[in-house]
């Protein structure tokens, strides 16, 4: 569950982008993972500039899941919220094919360490 002083941001479509967090006397973006976006507090216009220009298309990438016994398995994001984080398996494109049945993973939000651009 997201804190209460998370700020959704928007694209100008409406689309959600993250989240613009107060941090002293400046703010922090999160993207839709959750991850911070800069290292310190920007201003408010600099962090939704930040968010826009990172947009979402980082969430169609593949990713590395490590999973508990320590194997590393290709995946993509299926649904990424406040709420928590789906992927899907994604050996040999597998995600991406019609009527697939891929394993998924629930991961929390925000993504764990284990999930990884590959």
């Not at 997201?2 to 973006?29: M, Q, T």
């Not at 016994?69 to 494109?93: H, K, L, N, Q, W």
């Amino acid at each position: 569950m997201l804190p209460e002083h998370w700020i959704e941001h928007r694209r100008e479509d409406r689309e959600p982008v993250g989240w613009i967090v107060p941090e002293g006397d400046g703010f922090r973006p999160v993207d839709r993972l959750g991850r911070w976006v800069t290292a310190e507090p920007v201003d408010w216009l600099e962090a939704e500039e930040t968010l826009e220009e990172l947009g979402i298309g980082f969430l169609a990438d593949r990713y590395l899941l490590r999973l508990p016994d320590g194997t590393e398995r290709p995946v993509r994001i299926s649904e990424a919220s406040g709420d928590g984080i789906t992927v899907v398996a994604d050996e040999y494109g597998a995600a991406s094919a019609v009527g697939a049945n891929s394993d998924r993973y629930q991961l929390p939000f925000p993504a764990p360490d284990e999930l990884r651009p590959a």
